[in-house]
């Protein structure tokens, strides 16, 4: 049985925060979902279990139901944002941060894994 884990994830576009999901398949996470309703900006993660190993998409990955986008990335803020592999830049939503896209995620903070 597939393990879960459940991320907040920012939309580059309409920078709004919603919870991602990954399934734990073999050695890899995958993402495999974005949820459409979005969090309140007050909200607060509740807690932090580190996901560690690979980090990928799941192949039935619809996008960022905000844009569209068909990958994800990590600032070096730590946040998880949407990202349009077409393009080589990415510009964090939570922080501004922008630069080129590179390298490989080693591990995310999820809320909950189950």
């Known amino acids: ?42 909200a607060t993660m509740p807690g932090r279990v580190t996901m560690t190993g690979s980090f990928g998409m799941a192949g039935d990955y619809p996008g960022c139901p905000g844009c569209g986008a068909d990958k994800y990335v990590r600032c070096h803020c730590g946040e998880l944002a949407c990202w349009r592999s077409t393009t080589t830049h990415h510009t964090c939503p939570s922080c501004g941060n922008h630069g080129k896209v590179e390298g490989a995620i080693a591990s995310l903070d999820a809320m909950e894994i189950g």
């Not at 920078?15 to 734990?24: C, D, P, Q, S, Y």
């Not at 050695?27 to 979005?38: I, N, R």
């Open 1 to 42: 049985m597939a393990e879960n884990a459940w991320l907040n994830f920012r939309c580059e576009t309409d920078k709004k925060t919603r919870i991602a999901t990954f399934r734990h398949v073999g050695s890899e996470w995958l993402l495999s979902e974005v949820g459409a309703d979005t969090v309140p900006e007050e």
